[in-house]
């Protein structure tokens, strides 16, 4: 996979969701972008692993993540309009899968202000459940969860299963604290962050 264009953070965010997703799905993804493409920034703030630097373009990537491009092989992305200023990475990093790839994205005040809300009431959630009994991941979730994000990388959809999951009195409190930690190793948002906390 190369990405192409772009300068703003959210076409690295989804080239990083769809690295996750294609490894999950046992394949092997190796991520390139040019030496002009804005990654000498530090982006393990956003969970991002680095990204492989070549001279140029590949020939023969399997697909292309873009701004501007669109053929059958490009993942084409609008780049995020606004100034995500100093909120946290992991916060703009929810807010940007909040909304589908392919849509465009303003970073606004309320959508970040939303986006921490959600974050941080995830966290206490798990947090509390890590006290609870251990049991296993709840799979009919989990799948369903996965299925959206194999399907065109619906992170929305994602997010509203683990919504509904946290909401869901039927589950025991060790089966959701096992889901979410497994959903969170695709979704890189460290759901896990407040476990320990007083």
Not at 46 to 52: G, L, M, R
Not at 101 to 120: H, M, T
Not at 133 to 162: I, K, Q, V
Request: hydrophobic share 50%; with cysteine.
């Amino acid at each position: 996979m190369q990405i192409l264009d772009g300068a703003g953070y959210r076409i690295p965010v989804v080239a990083d969701l769809l690295r996750r997703v294609a490894e999950r799905a046992r394949g092997h993804v190796a991520v390139a972008c040019t030496a002009a493409f804005p990654m000498a920034d530090d982006w393990t703030d956003y969970n991002i692993a680095p990204f492989e630097v070549v001279d140029t373009p590949l020939a023969d990537a399997d697909v292309e993540i873009s701004e501007g491009r669109a053929d059958g092989l490009c993942l084409t992305v609008p780049r995020e309009t606004g100034d995500p200023g100093t909120a946290d990475a992991l916060v703009v990093r929810l807010a940007m899968l909040e909304v589908p790839y392919r849509v465009p994205l303003e970073l606004s005040a309320a959508r970040l202000a939303g986006a921490g809300e959600r974050l941080a009431r995830w966290r206490s959630n798990v947090a509390e459940w890590a006290t609870a009994p251990g049991r296993p991941m709840n799979r009919e979730y989990a799948t369903r969860a996965e299925g959206a994000l194999a399907d065109d990388l619906d992170a929305p959809s994602a997010l509203a299963t683990l919504d509904r999951l946290a909401d869901d009195a039927d589950v025991p409190p060790g089966a959701k604290l096992e889901t979410f930690i497994h959903l969170d190793l695709l979704l890189a948002l460290g759901l896990v962050a407040a476990i320990g906390s007083a």
